[in-house]
């Protein structure tokens, strides 16, 4: 009798501990310096196993980021019952895919237009499905109010991609409820206006050099360090792309010229809002109208700042990251003084989420003046003392 081959299958679930792996790797070290072989080692598989469930690392990044939106709008379907369910079924999400947010931003980028582009629809698609929640909730809202506030939510979700540290899980799901229901029950349409000079434009830079840093930061954002090359920063500026090592030995130390700019610029102006308030309440909301104003003006710094870090040198990277920290502890601090008894956990949380919904509201409709004071109402909404809208 002939001997029966024996059928190898492969592990259930093994495709998605691969996209856990990849998500994680890509969210702490940046798509570019991770491998295939590098995932494939953490799952526990040779390098070939990998590519049969994926065939390139591209499609992984895609699928990574595709598996995290799928999850949004599961939970989006789960939350159709009202903004308490909705922002409860939103939190599971925000904790349990916490890198998604930095894949969207920031490693997204990198994959090709029509991939990007799709992934872009099934987003627009899941606020899509928030807003007749909302709307039913909250009916003297303008359909666009509507939107904005469900864009704040996942922003202020997804800013938990951007530290560690996370209180017990029972405890960090009732803290981004809270601060989800936070956010939908603010009142975009009370915005107040930002002083013109929030508004104004950029000054025109004085020298080649400062053009130089100008370009980078735009083209930096729009397409990622490594899609940039020295021809196209020369184009920018008008010259030829070996001519920026005369202003740069390299594109890495334009980059964290760049960032460096950016630091002094963001730090200049919210320290002097800081430093002219009379009392901890009056810095948190000078503080928060001047992050407003900085982030309309310069919403290509901030991107870069958040996207462009892990690409510097060792050095660089440390100076960013304790420039990240020393801000970071500062607003906490501000914080704990004006909302007495908030906890560490919370004061981080809300203020991630503070620069996160800012970071991303400026890229949103409408106009930069109305912009701004709405950004204004939904940063009060997550800072401000309870009870203050």
């Given at each position: 009798?002939?001997?029966?081959?024996?059928?190898?299958?492969?592990?259930?679930?093994?495709?998605?501990?691969?996209?856990?792996?990849?998500?994680?790797?890509?969210?702490?070290?940046?798509?570019?310096?991770?491998?295939?072989?590098?995932?494939?080692?953490?799952?526990?598989?040779?390098?070939?196993?990998?590519?049969?469930?994926?065939?390139?690392k591209p499609e992984l990044l895609r699928s990574a980021v595709a598996a995290g939106l799928d999850a949004l709008r599961e939970a989006v379907r789960a939350g159709a019952g009202g903004p308490e369910q909705l922002c409860a079924?939103?939190?599971?999400?925000?904790?349990?895919?916490?890198?998604?947010?930095?894949?969207?931003?920031?490693?997204?980028?990198?994959?090709?237009?029509?991939?990007?582009?799709?992934?872009?629809?099934?987003?627009?698609?899941?606020?899509?499905?928030?807003?007749?929640?909302?709307?039913?909730?909250?009916?003297?809202?303008?359909?666009?109010d509507a939107e904005l506030l469900c864009w704040s939510v996942l922003s202020a979700y997804g800013g938990l991609s951007n530290h560690s540290f996370a209180p017990p899980r029972r405890r960090f799901e009732a803290l981004l409820r809270t601060l989800g229901g936070d956010l939908l029950a603010a009142d975009p349409a009370a915005a107040p206006s930002l002083p013109a000079a929030a508004e104004g434009p950029e000054p025109v830079p004085a020298s080649r050099r400062e053009e130089l840093l100008a370009a980078a930061v735009r083209l930096f954002h729009a397409r990622g360090f490594d899609n940039v090359s020295t021809d196209r920063l020369g184009a920018a500026v008008g010259i030829a792309g070996p001519s920026v090592y005369k202003h740069f030995a390299t594109k890495a130390e334009l980059l964290a010229a760049a960032l460096v700019r950016c630091r002094e610029r963001l730090a200049r102006e919210v320290s002097a809002a800081l430093d002219g308030a009379a009392s901890p309440e009056e810095a948190l909301a000078a503080g928060l109208a001047a992050y407003v104003g900085f982030a309309v003006r310069h919403s290509d710094y901030l991107g870069v700042m958040v996207s462009e870090t892990e690409r510097l040198a060792p050095a660089d990277r440390r100076a960013a990251v304790d420039f990240r920290r020393d801000f970071l502890r500062t607003w906490v601090g501000l914080l704990q003084q004006v909302r007495p008894g908030c906890e560490d956990a919370e004061a981080r949380i809300r203020v991630h989420a503070m620069f996160a919904l800012v970071n991303d509201g400026v890229r949103l409709p409408p106009g930069a003046g109305e912009r701004a004071g709405r950004l204004l109402v939904l940063g009060r909404a997550v800072l401000g003392p309870r009870g203050e809208r």
């Open positions: 009798m002939a001997t029966e081959r024996a059928v190898v299958r492969r592990p259930p679930g093994r495709r998605a501990v691969i996209l856990a792996a990849a998500e994680g790797q890509f969210h702490r070290r940046g798509y570019h310096q991770v491998s295939m072989a590098e995932v494939a080692a953490e799952v526990g598989i040779t390098a070939p196993a990998l590519y049969r469930h994926f065939r390139s079924a939103l939190a599971e999400v925000a904790i349990d895919h916490r890198a998604l947010g930095t894949l969207w931003q920031r490693d997204a980028r990198l994959l090709p237009p029509a991939q990007r582009a799709e992934l872009g629809r099934e987003l627009r698609a899941a606020v899509a499905g928030m807003v007749p929640v909302v709307a039913a909730a909250r009916p003297e809202l303008e359909r666009l």
